[in-house]
């Protein structure tokens, strides 16, 4: 594993570079297809709105796996996630029209840690509203 | 109604071998849209130490998620379905998922909890390759709604 930040170079406080992750339909069917899940809350409208969601939601496993790229992306190496964990407080939800939605992402540094690894705190927002809680990854690095 | 306590510490038997697809991979890679190249090209995984391209830290879930079924639709313990939200989530790797492995996940019920009515079910998967090491252990809570009043 190697990962492109070095241990000395950061301290707690340090903030990764955001990002944003947009997300339609499209993505959603395509996410279904490759993850294997196909519940229907995730493309059928009329299912959704069935059991009582504003909309179709996203993946809560899709909004996971795009929170970490803000993490890989600053490594490098995604094989310097040691742990990964999140919880869903919130879903994103998707309309049906030309812009879809928006999960924007943040982290920050906020523990040094043995072995050249950092706990990175995580923050993702969708619609004004935090999506996820909890959300921690422990990363290696140089 | 309540799930049976008794099942903490519960421990299923290992699923049969997932083998992880090289093109399964690129699949997960592109349809969450990451072009990192240690996910499709053999010489960027090879360059950052690792055997052969790697998955995406999520891309397990789906195979430990097949395994946890087996609790999940376990007749004796009960639980409905219908009612389950995804509520927690987390990884712990010992390494990567590289392409060419063959996973094998044990299921163990960590936890079972009842709040305002939701039942909250913790699954443990440990992944194991077909040599026996631990790749990676997955935690997935699942809380199951409280039904609502008739």
Do not use: C
């Not at chain 1, 301290?11 to 339909?25: H, K, M, N, Y």
């Amino acid at each position: 594993m190697t990962a492109k930040i070095s241990y000395s170079d950061v301290e707690v406080g340090t903030e990764l570079p955001a990002q944003s992750f947009p997300v339609d339909r499209a993505t959603l069917v395509r996410y279904a297809g490759a993850s294997g899940d196909f519940n229907p809350i995730h493309w059928n409208e009329k299912f959704a709105k069935e059991v009582g969601l504003p909309d179709v939601i996203a993946h809560g496993m899709f909004t996971m796996a795009e929170a970490i790229r803000v993490v890989t992306d600053w490594t490098g190496d995604p094989g310097a996630v040691v742990e990964y964990g999140v919880r869903f407080t919130k879903p994103v939800v998707v309309p049906n029209d030309d812009k879809g939605a928006l999960i924007e992402v943040s982290a920050k540094v906020a523990a040094k840690l043995d072995d050249n690894t950092v706990r990175v705190d995580l923050t993702a927002i969708s619609a004004g509203q935090k999506v996820l809680g909890m959300s921690r990854a422990v990363v290696r690095l140089a | 109604m309540a799930l049976d306590q008794s099942f903490v510490g519960r421990t299923y038997p290992p699923t049969e071998p997932y083998e992880v697809g090289r093109e399964k991979i690129r699949e997960f890679a592109e349809a969450v849209g990451d072009a990192n190249p240690a996910y499709t090209d053999t010489e960027a995984a090879k360059a950052l130490g690792h055997p052969d391209v790697i998955a995406p830290p999520t891309f397990v879930f789906s195979v430990t998620f097949r395994a946890a079924g087996q609790v999940i639709a376990d007749p004796q313990l009960g639980l409905d379905y219908s009612r389950v939200v995804h509520g927690d989530q987390k990884f712990a790797y010992s390494r990567p998922v590289r392409a060419g492995d063959r996973l094998s996940v044990t299921s163990t019920i960590e936890a079972i909890k009842s709040m305002a009515g939701n039942d909250i079910l913790d699954i443990r998967g440990e992944v194991h390759d077909e040599a026996g090491e631990h790749v990676v252990t997955t935690w997935i809570k699942l809380v199951a709604r409280a039904a609502e009043e008739a």
